[in-house]
């Protein structure tokens, strides 16, 4: 059954993307076309209904910053997330990831949690992925990001929920957290955000033109005015003139800043004592696996690594593998000699051990370098941080009370 939702996926990925020829996908991009209009339509509606405060926003009272983008997928969002987190906690921040936990499995019992100053227990609290302190989840129960997340921030707590206003009153009343990042929270409007970033993929920066569900921008690109900040990503250093010229059409006040999504080592994916320098892939006969939005971008990052990729087995984003899926791969990889086996982070927290480790396994860290703008990134952080007169819970309090009897 999953193998068959994984080609299914595909095609319509190759449908949406025109690489499915043939009649029936020209009928399917016809009518895909005619929904879009109508999803465009009710994102129209959603976006007036908040305005006109016909549907209200729940303000918690503390910083909210949303990262997120106008597209599906594939702009590297989790890296950004990540040095948001580190680099705030490192100026004294106490930091939670709030995020829906996208196609993670439901809890077979709630989690229990009780309040380390008060000893009230929560019966029934949102996934607690990190404290600051531990892990309590997995990948399968977290979701692979959450968790990555929670694996590389020591010190910031990972909330999953898709109630995000309630995982958000977790965080400040029983973490005591002063600073909320909303993880993929363009379009999240239940809860009030306080700066909103934007990532925009340089490479497509507007998906392939049409709204879902004929394409892949969740909203119009002039939408792009609500950003407060713009973060091109997976730039290479070339001039994109063009691209800020198109996005200051739609947003004339937002600060611009580019940045790269550059790899910084290898890691063994069953034993994190084992990294190696990224030289380690010159003249390497590799077989990759991953299951991202954009694999041609991991294939092209190896091979520009010195990488010599035999083959790429993918997957639809999110994929979770099993062993049945990994083992005829292995045995792909053994008969073709390859040296190494390598996937991505994301990929490596739902990577099942096989029984028998002929091959390494390694995955490629990545790391959100600024190329253009750091001054940029201070101001927006010194923004977010200049917010620190008092204890969260003396100025949250009041504020979460009216917005629950809201």
Excluded at 8 to 30: C, N, Q, S, Y
Excluded at 133 to 162: C, F, S, T, W
Excluded at 301 to 318: C, E, Q, W
Excluded at 378 to 387: A, D, G, H, K, V
Aim: with cysteine.
């Amino acid at each position: 059954m999953a193998g068959d939702n994984n080609e299914l996926e595909k095609w319509a990925t190759d449908v949406i993307f025109g690489r499915a020829r043939g009649f029936v996908p020209g009928l399917m991009r016809i009518l895909l076309r005619g929904l879009s209009w109508i999803y465009r339509f009710g994102v129209r509606m959603r976006l007036r209904l908040y305005r006109k405060e016909w549907k209200t926003q729940s303000n918690l009272g503390t910083m909210v910053v949303s990262i997120g983008n106008i597209t599906v997928g594939g702009t590297g969002k989790t890296p950004v997330v990540e040095r948001f987190a580190r680099e705030l906690t490192e100026r004294g921040r106490k930091v939670a990831i709030l995020s829906r936990g996208y196609k993670s499995s439901d809890l077979k019992k709630p989690q229990k949690w009780t309040n380390p100053e008060t000893g009230v227990e929560l019966t029934s609290p949102p996934k607690i992925v990190s404290d600051g302190e531990a892990i309590h989840l997995g990948a399968k129960y977290a979701g692979d990001e959450p968790y990555m997340l929670a694996q590389n921030l020591p010190g910031v707590a990972v909330v999953v929920d898709r109630d995000r206003v309630r995982g958000g009153k977790f965080a400040v009343r029983e973490l005591g957290v002063d600073t909320l990042l909303l993880d993929d929270g363009l379009q999240y409007l239940d809860l009030d955000h306080s700066i909103d970033v934007v990532l925009v993929d340089q490479n497509a920066p507007f998906g392939n033109g049409y709204i879902l569900p004929r394409g892949t921008l969740r909203e119009p690109p002039r939408n792009l005015c609500r950003a407060d900040y713009i973060f091109l990503t997976k730039c290479d250093g070339e001039p994109l003139d063009a691209l800020i010229k198109r996005i200051r059409k739609y947003n004339k006040e937002a600060e611009i800043l580019q940045c790269t999504h550059g790899p910084k080592h290898l890691q063994e994916v069953f034993n994190d004592d084992v990294v190696l320098p990224l030289e380690a892939l010159e003249g390497k006969y590799i077989g990759a696996i991953s299951g991202i939005a954009q694999p041609k971008s991991f294939d092209s990052l190896l091979k520009k690594l010195g990488g010599k990729v035999m083959f790429h087995t993918t997957f639809s984003d999110h994929h979770a593998f099993t062993k049945k899926e990994i083992e005829p791969f292995m045995d792909r990889c053994i008969n073709r000699g390859v040296d190494m086996i390598v996937t991505t982070e994301k990929d490596a927290v739902r990577f099942p051990e096989p029984d028998k480790i002929d091959i390494p396994i390694y995955f490629l860290r990545i790391e959100v370098r600024i190329l253009e703008g750091e001054e940029v990134w201070e101001r927006c952080l010194e923004r977010i941080c200049q917010r620190v007169a008092r204890e969260p819970e003396d100025w949250a309090e009041e504020r979460l009370r009216r917005a629950e009897s809201a």
